[in-house]
């Protein structure tokens, strides 16, 4: 047996690049912070001194947002594996739009947040309101990095160094972007059970 033989034999992987196992590490960290966030949620709603207000009727609206983007940022995906680059450009562009009003709306829904009397801090915050301004602030910010991301792979686009051949970017965005709008669900329907 030749030592290239024995050296192939020991090198064992997951046939992932790199950057993707990167990106899942990532993803599963955002996934035990906001885990250990709905817990806590749960063990302070249960000990008491829980004010009780309804949600904001945009978050449905941001729901549907992020919802619209996901399957506008699959068709870029889709339409990258084609090599249909004018297709990738205009669901990128959606996508990125979707992301913004999303961001928009997740702004105005503070604003209905404080006009119904739900504060994050002060005297007259409860640990309730406090709860979901953290969860929604953190997404926020998870958000914006995502946008940062589709903004980077959209440059690639237009570069031309997106497309059949060349998927890991566009994947790798596709990605952290459906993992967003599906932890942006579940916190949705998290404080719809839960409030």
Known sequence: MNPSEILSEKEVGLGWHPKRVLLILLIFSIVMMFAAFTSGYIVRRDEGNWREFDLPASLLINSILIALSSA???????????????????AMGITLALGLAFLVGQYYSFGDLVAGNTYFGGADANPSGSFVYVLMGVHAFHLVTGLIFLAVVLKRVLNYQVHSRALLSIGNATLYWHFLGGLWLYLYLFLLLNH
Not at 72 to 90: C, H, L, N, P
């Open 72 to 90: 506008s940022m699959q068709w870029a995906y889709f339409s990258a594996r084609k090599d249909e680059i004018g297709r990738v450009k205009t």
